[in-house]
């Protein structure tokens, strides 16, 4: 099998060695050239930073807490090393929260994952990630450059559109949302359109059940998925050997106690806390919000640095739906935007083709009508950027658990 470079190969001691330095070079640069952490982490000599529990001594930065130090010291909260004109561009996630890309080839590093997901040199990519606001479309469209692909910036939505160019272009590999995909090839179906040149898929920025995965592969589509996040770029990724996903080699993975910076057990669920390599953004002990669990040994694919097991979840109710996040903030303010509503839960859930779904289930004063239902769907659009259903509920039915997104989806 073959790598795409020999730093995934590396023995397992002298990248943890290597990891380390980089780490004691990126504190000291945060330190000089970053206010918050020349702040943050002014008692800390990074020439101590010898092994993984002085990094955990650190303190947490977390991703919960990004927008209101953004808004409190625009646009950044003084986490970059460049100011606005050093960087090549600048993106705007929910929240809102936004996300610097620095002037380099590959910045975000998901070549890794496209080559691992069988993308390579001279073959074209149907990219369906969105370009604009926030960073997914070009980092799958740099990752493709970065090794040499073409690239289809197909973006979101415009379903036959994206099926007609699939069908005209021929496209060898695709990557986005997996819901996405399925849509696609379904109207392909309805369309009677042979989209079948798609035979490699990298998706992202939702679960892929186990399911979805085998009506791929009875399309003879191999699908791959990978773990990466606006503000760090790659994660993980997985592998032809689909065991656990691979920890990038541009970061590194510490799994906490949620709400805390202590790490868990080997092997028990814990927050994703990620410290990256990446010196215009040199994010240190970022606290993800998201679940997971380190796999023992390495991946039988013969890469070596550490697995997950993948999201399992998130360390509070904020939740991801089809790329996008959801917070308890976002329900209260849709909730001060309609004051007939007196109490409210958000539930996600699947529809019948594991589609991500959302229902808005609101108890309010008075009666409750198609028309109003659809004056908090407008606004639920609004402010998620996602549509959700609204269901009304007697009072005192929704429980009284404090909880103000459910997230009962499976994942078989």
Known sequence: MDFFDTLETRDPALREEQQLAAIREQISNAQKKAPYFAHVLAD????????????ARLPVTRKSDLAG???ASPPFAGMTTLPVPGLGRVFMSPGPLFDPEGKRDDYWRLARAMFAAGFRKGELVHNTFSYHFTPAG??????AHALGCTVFP???GQTEMQVAAIAALRPQCYIGTPSFLRIILEKGDELKADLSSVKKALVSAEALPASLRTWFNGRNVKTLQCYAIADLGLVAYESPAQEGMIVDEGVLIELVRPGTGEPVAPGEVG?????TLTPEYPLIRFATGDLSAVLPGASPCGRTNMRIK???????????????FVKPSQMADIAKRHPE???YRLVIDHDDRKTDRMTLNCEIEGTGNDAFAQKIAATVREV??????IAFKPAGALPNDGKVIDDVRKYD
């Not at 070009?138 to 990752?143: I, K, N, P, T, V």
């Not at 998620?384 to 259903?389: A, I, S, V, Y």
């Open 44 to 55: 800390v000599d990074a020439t101590d930073i010898r092994d993984r529990a002085a990094l």
């Open 310 to 324: 993948g999201w399992l979840g998130r360390a509070d109710q904020t939740a991801k739906v089809k790329g996008m």
């Open 384 to 389: 998620c950027n996602l549509r959700g259903e």
């Open 138 to 143: 070009l980092m799958a469209d740099m990752g």
């Open 271 to 275: 927050e994703v806390v990620v410290t």
């Open 154 to 156: 197909g973006g979101t």
């Open 341 to 343: 509503i007196r109490k």
């Open 69 to 71: 130090l953004q808004t």
